[in-house]
């Protein structure tokens, strides 16, 4: 079974003691936390911690269907 790796997007630094990264494929949040003088990475997926140990797997979603408003 293969096992994508994910595309991390541009880093959202507005935090000083973490880094944001978003998948652009899928929705992993990859965060890097800086406290003290260390630093760990935490992995997040739909508002919900997963594991720290090592990196989900890059498993990209159907895009929810989303009704836009057609034009009438
Ligand atoms: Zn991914």
Known sequence: MKISKHKWGEPDRSDPYSTR??????P???VTRKEHPQ???EFWR?????SVD???ACEPV???Q???VAHQ
């Open 46 to 50: 739909d508002g919900v911690r997963v």
């Open 39 to 41: 630093y760990w990475t």
């Open 62 to 64: 159907r895009a929810p």
């Open 28 to 30: 992993t949040v990859k």
């Open 54 to 56: 090592k990196t989900p």
């Open 66 to 68: 989303q009704q836009e």
């Open 21 to 26: 990264r978003q998948c652009t494929r899928c």
